[in-house]
Each structure stands twice: as structure tokens, then as C-alpha cells.
């Protein structure tokens, strides 16, 4: 797979196999897109068969994830108001449906894309946004160590109504 130098906003050639480009748009939400256009070359297939592909597997096929309608999601200055560009996820998921040696392919270079974008995410020049990892779960575990020296404190506790209410919800009880 080669590359080229991404200019803003317009679309990236990129090789999939010999004698097969096709042009990617990066995009900072969903890393880039492919018009359908695009993808039905990619795939060997007429850009019917991909809108057709799209039309038989609506259920599996979800807008927002898999593809976008229109100019304004996509930046793009030359799309039709309601062409299609489809996500890496889009382009994937059309790969479960369509079956020819130049879809397998086209496949193996879109999952290579992929890998290379999860770890290159300044493949595209475009600001990849930063997925940040949950906190690591901190466990609140009530061990009778914890629970002996919680009661030890609560019974400094001057307000009687309230050590009560504190004691009982500890030792499991309710009030």
C-alpha cells in the first residue's frame, strides 16, 4: 500500500494492488471516507451493485456508523447532496456481502488501512482524535478489616440518629 501527501480536505490516492487506486478523504470523526464510487472500484464491482449491496442489507448497514448522506457531513465541496460516503466500518461490513477474488483484495487492503490507522493515527495528516482509557476500576470491596475500622469512626459520631443510620446501612440493614 503506498501513500501520498494529504493537502487538507482533498482525497488521498492510496494503491490497494497493482494497477488499482482509489482515493480516500480523510475525515477527523471517522479517520476517512470512500465515495461509493470509490468502493465499487475498490471492489470490483459497479457502483450499482454497491448501492444494491447497501439497499438488501439496510438492517445491517447503519447510517451515522457505517456510511454518511451529504455534503455537509462529509466537507467534501464537490458531493451531491445525497451522495454516499462510506466509513472504514462501512467499507468492512460491504465486504461480508460481496464475494469475488478482487473483494477479498480489497479486503485484505482495507484491513491493512485499518491496522495502519489504529497504529499510525497521523496517517492522514488529520488530527486523529484522542481515545483516552477509563480509569482503572477501583475497587470498594467492604472487607471485615474496612468495616471494623469504619464503625470504630462512626462511633465518634456525637449525633446518635445519625451513627444509627450509619451503622445500620453498614451492617446491612435499612433506615
Not at 494497477?19 to 471492489?43: C, D, I, R
Not at 485484505?108 to 493515527?121: G, K, R
Request: overall charge positive; hydrophobic content about 35%; aromatic content about 6%.
Amino acid at each position: 500500500m503506498q501513500t501520498s501527501k494529504n493537502v487538507a480536505g482533498n482525497l488521498l490516492p492510496m494503491i490497494v494492488t497493482e494497477g488499482v487506486t482509489v482515493n480516500v478523504l480523510p475525515n477527523p470523526q471517522h479517520e476517512f471516507l470512500m465515495s461509493t464510487k470509490e468502493v465499487a472500484h475498490g471492489y470490483g464491482v459497479s457502483p450499482y451493485s454497491i448501492r444494491s449491496t447497501s439497499s438488501r442489507n439496510s438492517i445491517e448497514l447503519i447510517e451515522g456508523k457505517h456510511f454518511l448522506k451529504g455534503v455537509a457531513k462529509c466537507n467534501t465541496l464537490n458531493a451531491q447532496p445525497h451522495q454516499v460516503f462510506w466509513t472504514k466500518r462501512g467499507i468492512v461490513r460491504l465486504g461480508f456481502f460481496i464475494k469475488s477474488e478482487r473483494a477479498r483484495l480489497f479486503r485484505d487492503w482495507a484491513e491493512e488501512l485499518i491496522i495502519n490507522v489504529t497504529e499510525q493515527p497521523n496517517l492522514f495528516s488529520v488530527a486523529a482524535p484522542q481515545r483516552q482509557l477509563p480509569d482503572k476500576r477501583k475497587h470498594n470491596r467492604l472487607t471485615q478489616e474496612r468495616l471494623a475500622d469504619i464503625l470504630a469512626d462512626v462511633c465518634r459520631i456525637d449525633d446518635k440518629e445519625i451513627r444509627m443510620s450509619i451503622t445500620n446501612k453498614l451492617m446491612g440493614g435499612r433506615n
